[in-house]
């Protein structure tokens, strides 16, 4: 009979700490005083009702702002129209304007004046302009000129609507020549992969997964630090038998639980809450907020390690904040920034971190690609976390 290969392994171990009691007393040593430095954290983190209440409200009031509120659709507003022509055809075109869905509902002006005075009062934020020979140019085979007057004051906004009008007005004037038995030699369908309705939801609210938490975890991290500073702790921490590496590790699992934590709960909000579902992999998304969040935190103590309070500490974090979202590709894709931005961009995590979380809730980005985003986020917490712990090592000195 053969022998039970578990008790080959214990007898091995057994020997070991025979051999080598140091070694291993050591080892348990070092997970106490971790372990110890973890729960201190968590502690404070948790110390009273009014902390709890801060690490949970925030994130979900932020949350069902960007949801509902931060929209970069062009939804239920209203379109002007300043109609100079009496002939049907205009008004043909100004019923497919009432019919469409993004505008809640057609405003009629009886002068230009009365439209421009309209858009400064910015009532609407474009208006459409007809002019007197629309139908009878239309009824001639010429072609009628329709003039857009937009808000710039909002120019993502208006060149949505622009986009929007352009396409009405497009497939107005093709159906028109459809009916005087014209027959267009080829025809443009459209479809969107992915995101086959092109919803802003779908591709905007999974990112708050990333977001969020990255804000949370970040003022902990940074806040932590800050405030041993000031009540005169962490030069006690720093002479400890701690090394500093055990105080960065120490520092960085709390934050990583509650960052996971929040990211869950959100993600739980995402898909059941608003329908939005993940086609790819579970785990292959946590693994990358787990190193996301870990890159985050890397961020967070080196801020930590240049400050003295908790107000500069937070200002550290606040300046960081908007640079960080306006790399990431959150709102415009970072193929649109200047060339010599772009490389900014790829040393930003949540760059990264965007594009996994798109890619597994839309397109079951399959691992070998997410891989590619990984490494750099991985290089990034190397380089920060160890800049940290060298930063506190010089502080021992």
Known sequence: MHADPRLHEHRVVRAYRAQHPAAAGLRAMIWTRLLALIVKELLAAFRDRKARMALVLPPLVQFFLFAYAATLEVSNVPVGVYNQDWGAYSEQLIGRFERASAFSEVRRYASEADARDAIDRQDVMVVVQIGQDFSRKLAGG?????????????????????????????????????????????????????????????????????????????????MSVARERELGTFEQLLVSPLQPLE???????????????????????????????????????????????????????????????????????????????????????????????????????????????????????????????????????????????????????
């Open 142 to 222: 010429e072609k009628p000129s329709v003039q857009l007057l937009l808000d710039g004051r909002k120019s993502n906004s208006a060149q949505l609507l622009n986009n929007y009008l352009g396409t009405i007005v497009a497939q107005f004037s093709v159906d028109f020549r459809n009916g005087l038995a014209y027959r267009p030699m080829s025809e443009i369908v459209d479809r969107s992969w992915y995101n086959p309705n092109r919803g802003y939801r779908e591709s905007m609210v999974p990112i708050l997964i990333a977001t969020l938490p990255m804000t949370m975890v970040m003022m902990i991290v940074g």
């Open 247 to 397: 105080i960065v590790v120490g520092k960085s699992v709390p934050g990583l639980i509650v960052g996971l934590a929040q990211c869950a709960i959100i993600a739980v909000i995402v898909t059941q809450l608003f329908g939005i579902h993940i086609t790819g992999s579970v785990v292959v998304l946590f693994t990358g907020l787990t190193i996301f969040l870990v890159a985050t935190i890397g961020i967070g103590l080196f801020i930590s390690s240049f400050v003295s309070n908790q107000q500069q500490a937070m200002m550290g974090i606040m300046v960081t904040m908007m640079p960080l979202m306006m790399l990431s590709g959150f709102s415009s894709p970072v193929q649109n920034m200047p060339t010599w931005l772009q490389p900014l961009a790829q040393i930003n995590p949540l760059t990264h971190i965007v594009v996994i979380i798109r890619g597994v809730f839309l397109r079951d980005m399959p691992f070998w690609l997410v891989a590619e985003r990984l490494w750099p986020m991985i290089a990034i917490a190397a380089v920060t976390i160890t800049a940290a712990a060298w930063m506190f090592r010089r502080k021992i000195q």
